[in-house]
């Protein structure tokens, strides 16, 4: 990939080329004196990125897409006990939910 490098006066001065040269895939390099301020790259146009730390471990990304009837019965809360730990059915005693 290949880099261009600014001072942070240059990159406020040249804001909108920074971000086109970023977009068309170039890494900015912003340089507070000798030090490496901040990366500015191109973004991701992958697609969605499987859920938090499981992005690292090349998951799918439609991973979580799917609905099973347990998950779909919590989604529409029919938990039966108090503590919120679903029971597969219902509660048939009209207990609080």
Do not use: C
């Not at 880099?3 to 001065?13: D, F, G, L, N, P």
């Not at 990366?39 to 979580?64: C, K, M, Q, S, Y």
Request: charged share 30%; net charge negative; hydrophobic share 35%.
């Amino acid at each position: 990939m290949p880099q261009s490098t600014y001072k942070i006066s240059e990159a406020r001065k040249n804001f909108a080329e920074v971000l086109e040269r970023a977009n068309q895939g170039e890494e900015i390099i912003i340089m507070r004196g000798n030090q490496v301020y901040a990366r500015i790259g191109p973004a991701d146009t992958g697609g969605r990125r499987p859920f938090g730390l499981l992005r690292h471990r090349n998951l799918p990304d439609d991973i979580f897409n799917e609905i099973d009837d347990a998950q779909a019965a919590i989604d529409a809360g029919d938990f039966s006990d108090d503590i919120g730990i679903w029971q597969g059915k219902p509660n048939d005693g009209g207990g609080s939910q």
